[in-house]
């Protein structure tokens, strides 16, 4: 079975940062593309972030410069490393399993919850 | 960036109605175009991906269709679990971007 368990959300104050991860099981993360999408509370999907198997990164303007996707092949484990939260970044944030732009996100987490609040 | 304009925002039918959601992208996207189901306190599912594709394991009553820069989810015979929020998602370039979601009640 292919799953996804994200951890690490929590309350931060703004201006402070945390790091979500997402493990993986019966998916590899080096050999997928994976995002990052978030859902503000009673609002719509927003797609934050992708990696590639190369490597390759790409970024929501609203968190370019402050938000960094990486992975730990070791640990199949994908992150989100978020410095410089707002207000507006709170959101549960989900990862999934992005089939590339022919395909869709196949493979969802249960989403972490990140708060920001003074 | 891509703006992807869903219509309408909400629909409520009955057990056996036909259901249409249209998605229109702001410029072509050929036919890179998803759709996800979300249920309350739940992550989305994806219900049909390159524009026509149904999801392995999803019901046949879900299809989708394209005209131009024109797509529709259609439920052909809506049931009670169908309720939720339909979203429509374009992957033809960066950023990824939904459309502002369709929530669908069963009267």
């Known amino acids: 079975e292919v799953r996804l368990v994200e951890s690490g959300g929590g309350l931060v104050q703004p201006g402070g940062s945390l790091r979500i991860s997402c493990a993986a099981s019966?998916?590899?993360?080096?050999?997928?593309?994976m995002t990052w999408v978030r859902q503000a509370p009673g609002k719509g999907l927003e797609w934050v972030s992708v990696i590639y198997s190369a490597g390759t990164t790409h970024y929501a303007d609203s968190v370019k410069g402050r938000f960094t996707i990486s992975r730990d092949d070791s640990k199949n484990t994908l992150y989100l490393q978020m410095n410089s939260l707002r207000v507006g970044d709170a959101a549960v944030y989900y990862c999934?399993?992005?089939?590339?732009?022919?395909?869709?996100?196949?493979?969802w987490g249960q989403g972490t919850t990140v708060t920001v609040s003074s | 960036d891509i703006q992807m304009t869903q219509s309408p925002s909400s629909v409520s039918a009955s057990t056996g109605d036909r259901v249409t959601i249209t998605c229109r992208a702001s410029q072509g996207i050929s036919s890179r175009l998803a759709w996800y189901q979300q249920k309350p306190g739940k992550a989305p599912k994806l219900l049909i991906y390159a524009a026509f594709s149904l999801q392995s394991g999803d019901p046949s009553r879900f299809s989708g269709s394209a005209s131009g820069t024109d797509f529709t989810l259609t439920i052909s015979s809506l049931q009670p679990e169908d309720f939720g929020t339909y979203y429509c998602q374009q992957g033809y370039s960066f950023p990824l971007t939904f459309g502002g979601g369709t929530k669908v009640e069963i009267k």
């Open positions: 999934a399993n992005y089939g590339g732009n022919s395909g869709g996100m196949d493979v």
């Open positions: 019966g998916l590899t993360v080096s050999s997928n593309y």
